[in-house]
């Protein structure tokens, strides 16, 4: 189906057999797009006038019993509140504002980045997310620099790294081992994984450039440290604000190692 506009200030609801795209806007409270198809239909709802409060985006398979591999693609021009987003696929959101969820965002790679001249923050720290991997950045309206938007992401198991970049903070929380296939550009990164039996931090990419670290491998309660190995590389110096584990801990720097915690 494709949508060549939705207004109202209240809720839109869109259940397809195939592909659900756009040529005109949405303007609505509340959306709920879902595709039920078994070889995975997208949801490609990318034109940048859309102005929803929040998405409710899933692909399915045709009994609705189990999340297909339909990429889903949401854009909006202000901020926008995730309160399920399910695939096997890819998820992207983009928005003008800041990006929040009230509930879980399942997904094989996730990309959320938000546009704003002053910054707008990316929370996704609902404790049932899964997904295989993070690109993550807050940018300027133009997406031509980073912006100061803070980036918080906490994932129920491991995941990778794409990309995160922000001037502002940004914080990794997993319950296994974070790993990199791309840099991390922030003022203070703070990652911490929580596993009984220790998961890894395995940050070594030669392009990451931050201000400070605090890295912690923690058990499951985070009440004490685990034995999880902890690897740090940055391009130029940075500053320890802590790091924890009862296993191994390296970091490599392109400049001076200075710390203000232990």
Sequence with gaps: VEVTGIQTTSSASIVAGGAITQTGAIAADSLVAKT??????????????NT??????????????????????????DGVNVSAIQTTGSATITAGDVITQTGAIVANALTAKTLLDGGAAITLTNTSNAVASIDLRARNAADSADAAGA????????FSVTAVQTTSSATLTAGNAITQTGAILADALVVKTLNNAGANITLTNAANAVSSIDLRSRNAADTANAGGTISYRDSDGFSITALQTTGAASVIAGASITQTGA
């Design 36 to 49: 039920l198809s078994n070889a995975g239909a997208a949801i490609t709802l990318d034109t940048m006038v």
């Design 52 to 77: 929803v409060s929040s998405i409710d985006l899933r692909s399915r398979n045709a009994a609705d019993t189990a999340n297909a591999s339909g990429a889903i693609t949401y854009r909006d021009s």
């Design 151 to 158: 980036i918080s992401y906490r994932d129920s198991d491991g």
